[in-house]
């Protein structure tokens, strides 16, 4: 399934054709204009990160406005309000310092012949680590293996060295007996874990950790916090973003700098894997 996200979503196989004055239209707004930017995919993914740096420049030339299209049903990182409210929990301190963080997107499937696990599952995933940790890794190291077509993995562990201590690690696997899309996040005051496959009660907060008393390790539970939502469809919630981004010219959550920054990354994981996991810097 195709979809459309604005400006270089976490996804990285871009086409490299720009095309001028394409008409769009969503949720009742048209707009037919040479300054509106049409990238369409999927192509080479090795082209991925020139690409994504010309979408970037395209966006910031003048009130240009890009518009790329993905063939990923994993909406732009920070369209959901779940995780808008765990950025903010992350922001505003109430977790403490970030000390480490980890992602797992598991299934049966969906295996891609074009492409391995690391760039069909991961890009979301690290959109969000991104986001969360607000900086980029210093370095990152993938270890991956194919079981089921020759040099494409199935199954990826990237570990991610941001600067001073926070780390992350992200698994993903399409050769698993059951689905899971889970994050992670422990601070230094309470830890967060947002579980994307439970229909309710997706976001979880603990009040909960690891305090010394008298030179001894002491085990600290006092609390946990369900955080509800009202039911929202991403894939409307991103498209909605679009229109207002195209109706007020304002930057996008996920805008074309985000495209690259995770491009990096995932650029880095890729060459981590081809040299049996060493760390990659970026």
């Known amino acids: 399934m195709r979809h459309d996200c604005d400006l270089a979503c976490a996804k990285t196989r871009f086409s490299r054709k720009i095309f001028r004055g394409i008409g769009l239209s969503a949720a009742g707004l048209s707009q037919w204009s040479a300054a509106v930017q049409v990238v369409a995919a999927p192509v080479d993914e090795l082209e991925a990160d020139a690409t994504a740096i010309q979408v970037a420049r395209l966006a910031h030339a ?6 790329v299209t993905v063939n990923t049903d994993a909406a732009a990182a920070a369209v ?6 765990l950025r903010d929990l992350v922001r505003r301190g109430e977790l403490g310092a970030i000390l480490y963080l980890y992602s797992t997107r598991l299934n049966l499937g969906k295996v891609r012949k074009e492409e391995n696990i690391l760039w069909s599952f991961a890009p979301h995933d690290l959109s969000v680590l991104l986001l969360l940790v607000g900086a980029l890794p210093e370095w990152a190291s993938t270890n991956g ?3 089921l077509q020759h040099e494409i993995a199935d199954v990826t562990m990237t570990c991610l060295a941001f600067p001073g201590k926070p780390r992350a690690h992200i698994f993903v696997s399409w050769l698993h007996p059951f689905k899971e899309q889970k994050l992670v ?3 230094s005051k309470k830890m967060a874990v947002f579980d994307d496959v439970v229909k309710d009660g997706k976001l ?8 010394w008393k008298d030179g001894q390790p002491v085990i600290r539970q006092t609390a946990e916090s369900t955080l509800f939502f009202p039911e929202m469809e991403p894939l409307r919630e991103e498209l909605a973003h679009f ?5 007020t010219r304002k930057t996008p959550r996920t805008d074309g700098a985000n495209g690259v920054r995770v491009l990096r990354v995932l650029d880095a ?3 981590s894997i081809e040299s049996g996991g060493q ?3 970026l």
């Not at 959901?80 to 409210?85: F, G």
């Not at 979880?204 to 305090?211: A, L, Q, R, S, T």
């Not at 229109?243 to 109706?247: F, G, I, K, L």
């Open 279 to 281: 760390p990659v810097r």
């Open 145 to 147: 293996q194919h079981y």
């Open 62 to 67: 003048g009130s240009e406005l890009v518009r």
């Open 269 to 271: 994981c890729q060459r």
């Open 80 to 85: 959901p309000e779940m995780i808008r409210k």
């Open 185 to 187: 996040v422990i601070g």
């Open 243 to 247: 229109v207002d981004c195209v109706r």
């Open 204 to 211: 979880k907060i603990f009040d909960k950790g690891i305090e």
